[in-house]
């Protein structure tokens, strides 16, 4: 049964570039939610998906943005890039058919902009 | 959300029983309490989620006392392989939805 899987693994962009990231969900899940970690830091909460919507967003602004394809899949996308925004970014994936918290994380994936 | 107040770090022997203990005052009736293992460059892992008193898996356990103010993740026996950071969480389901925030966790350093 595959996990969480993250697409590309590292990327590298340059400042004010475009970048779309990919994961697709664990077998069986429903939800997705997107993560942003800094080095040394947790991971901080970007915004979470289900049935195609976005139902909860964290304190990201507006150039971040997602979508949810009818296969559960999912997309983050960041525009205009900023420096700051170099960081490992995490797609977990959860069911809301499981009580309490089951989310399944992917490797990530390496976001370095220059 | 209920803010998670943990060690930030810990050092341990290898074989020793290490317990990390979290600090969740104003957890909330519906809240779960969730622990995650993170290697770097790698996403969390699940270790163990409970509600109240003790829950035992194949890989730790959970302590979590009748106030539900805090709670204990135990490792028995750890080897160099659980150095990590370990996260601990609180949260609940409301009205379908789910949130997950982190905070620092404990770096945990298991020496030979």
């Known amino acids: 049964d595959a996990g969480v899987t993250q697409s590309p693994t590292h990327l590298i962009k340059t400042r004010g570039q475009q970048v779309t990231l990919r994961c697709s969900p664990k077998?069986?899940?429903?939800?997705v939610s997107w993560y942003q970690q800094a080095l040394g830091q947790g991971p901080q909460f970007i915004f979470q998906?289900?049935?195609?919507?976005?139902?909860q967003r964290g304190n990201f602004p507006d150039r971040f943005s997602g979508h949810q394809f009818p296969n559960y899949s999912s997309e983050l996308n960041v525009n205009a890039l900023l420096l700051g925004d170099s960081a490992l970014y995490l797609c977990?994936?959860?069911?809301?058919?499981?009580?309490?918290?089951?989310?399944?994380f992917g490797s990530g994936t390496r976001l370095t902009v220059v | 959300l209920a803010k998670t107040t943990q060690p930030i770090s810990m050092d341990s022997y290898e074989g020793q029983e290490v317990n990390i203990t979290c600090s969740h005052n104003?957890?909330?009736?519906?809240?779960?309490i969730t622990w995650y293992q993170q290697f770097p460059s790698q996403g969390p892992r699940f270790i163990i989620q409970?509600?109240?008193t003790k829950v035992t898996n194949e890989v730790a356990s959970l302590f979590i006392p009748a106030d539900r103010k805090s709670s204990t993740l135990s490792l028995p026996r750890v080897s160099l392989s659980d150095t990590a950071v370990y996260y601990c969480?609180?949260?609940?389901?409301?009205?379908?939805?789910?949130?997950?925030?982190f905070g620092t966790g404990t770096k945990l350093q298991v020496i030979p």
């Open positions: 977990a994936s959860s069911t809301d058919r499981v009580l309490g918290y089951g989310y399944t």
């Open positions: 077998s069986g899940h429903d939800t």
């Open positions: 998906y289900y049935e195609e919507e976005e139902r």
């Open positions: 104003n957890i909330a009736t519906n809240d779960y």
């Open positions: 409970g509600y109240k």
């Open positions: 969480l609180v949260g609940m389901n409301s009205g379908g939805y789910q949130k997950v925030t």
